[in-house]
């Protein structure tokens, strides 16, 4: 899709553009489906044991740091894609610091997750 100069783009059309980013990742990448797929069971764990809404936030803040990291992960990706068909080492570089953001983010996410479930699991016990 051309794009007119990033000042001449309506607040609509950013949105539109966003969003277009957000489904393009959704529809390309394995790891940011097996992400939306965690985010629908820790959802639905999350009202089973009726979170508090503190720990809401911090679930949905790990969520969208994950899925947002995933969505940088994916345009550096295509960014060095898009200069380079051969391998050099600082594209190497590039994608591999941009998918250890997304593992870092995951895992910190992992470990928010069992702070706030096994709160919440005693205080349902």
């Known amino acids: ?3 007119p100069p990033q000042s001449k783009v309506t ?3 950013a949105f539109r553009y966003a969003f277009c980013g957000i489904g393009t990742c959704i529809a390309g990448q394995r790891n940011m489906k097996i992400h939306l797929a965690a985010t629908v069971v820790v959802v639905v764990a999350g009202f089973a044991c009726q979170l508090q809404p503190l720990e809401w936030c911090a679930v949905v803040l790990c969520i969208g740091m994950v899925c947002a990291l995933e969505c940088v992960n994916t345009a ?3 960014a060095v894609d898009l ?3 051969e391998y050099h080492p600082l ?3 590039a994608k591999d610091c941009a998918a250890g953001a997304v593992l ?3 895992m910190a996410s992992v470990v928010v997750g069992l702070i706030v479930f ?4 005693l205080r349902i016990v």
């Open 1 to 3: 899709m051309n794009r």
């Open 11 to 13: 607040l609509i059309q």
């Open 76 to 78: 550096v990706e295509a």
């Open 83 to 85: 200069t380079t068909d």
């Open 91 to 93: 594209a190497k570089v």
């Open 104 to 106: 870092i983010a995951a």
């Open 118 to 121: 096994i709160g919440a699991l």
